[in-house]
C-alpha cells in the first residue's frame, strides 16, 4: 500500500547548522509530495511540494527534491533558525487524500 | 480570507460520553476532508466530502464515528460514545477543486488549527 517514513525525533540543532530530514515513499505511480509544518500552537501549513519526479519544491530557505529513483523527498535547510522550531509532516497524495509520515520534531537552540 | 477554523480547540470528556467537533472551511471550497493524529503518531486519513456527500470514508475507523456536512459548507464529526482510543488531535482541512479534478491534481489542502480530543 501507499506509505511514508520519515525518520524519528526529536531532532535538535544549534542555530544556523544544516538540518536533513529524511522522507522516503512506498506508492504505486508518481505521486504528489509534500512537507507541511506545524509551529507551537497552529495548524498545519503546507511548507513546499513536488508533483512530478526531479522537481525541486523550496519555501522559506527548505528545499526538497523529488527523487523518483530512490523514493525519496527529503527536506533540507541550510542554515536554521530557532523559529524553525516545529514538527514537520512528509506526505503524498494519493486519489485527494493525504497519506503522512509520523512526523520529525526540530528544536533549534540559539 | 478566513482560513479553516475548528471548534473546539481543545475537548475533555469522559468515556462513554458523545462529543462533536466542526469544521468551518474556506469559503468556497467544495472539498473537506478530517485527518486524525493519535498519540504523536502519523495523522491519519478519515474521510473526505464533495460539497455535502461523502466522497470516500475508508478511513473512518468505526461506526462510532459519523460526519455530517449538511448545506455543503461546514461539517460536524460527532464521536459517541467516545473510548479511550479516540484521543488525538482532529484536523480539518479543506480544498478547492471541484469534481474528480483533486484526486489527480497535487493542489493544496488548508488546513485548520485542529481540535485537541481527550477521553478520560
Known sequence: GNSVTQMEGPVTLSEEAFLTINCTYTATGYPSLFWYVQYPGEGLQLLLKATKADDKGSNKGFEATYRKETTSFHLEKGSVQVSDSAVYFCALMKWGKLIFGQGTELSVKP | ?120
Not at chain 2, 41 to 53: N, T
Not at chain 2, 75 to 88: H, M, N, R, W, Y
Request: with cysteine.
Open chain 2, 1 to 120: 480570507e478566513a482560513g479553516v477554523t475548528q471548534f473546539p480547540s481543545h475537548s475533555v470528556i469522559e468515556k462513554g460520553q458523545t462529543v462533536t467537533l466542526r469544521c468551518d472551511p474556506i469559503s468556497g471550497h467544495d472539498n473537506l476532508y478530517w485527518y486524525r493524529r493519535v498519540m504523536g503518531k502519523e495523522i491519519k486519513f478519515l474521510l473526505h466530502f464533495v460539497k455535502e456527500s461523502k466522497q470516500d470514508e475508508s478511513g473512518m475507523p468505526n461506526n462510532r464515528f459519523l460526519a455530517e456536512r449538511t448545506g455543503g459548507t461546514y461539517s460536524t464529526l460527532k464521536v459517541q460514545p467516545a473510548e479511550l482510543e479516540d484521543s488525538g488531535v482532529y484536523f480539518c482541512a479543506s480544498s478547492q477543486e471541484r469534481g474528480g479534478l483533486n484526486i489527480l491534481s497535487g493542489n493544496e489542502q488548508f488546513f485548520g488549527p485542529g481540535t485537541r480530543l481527550t477521553v478520560l
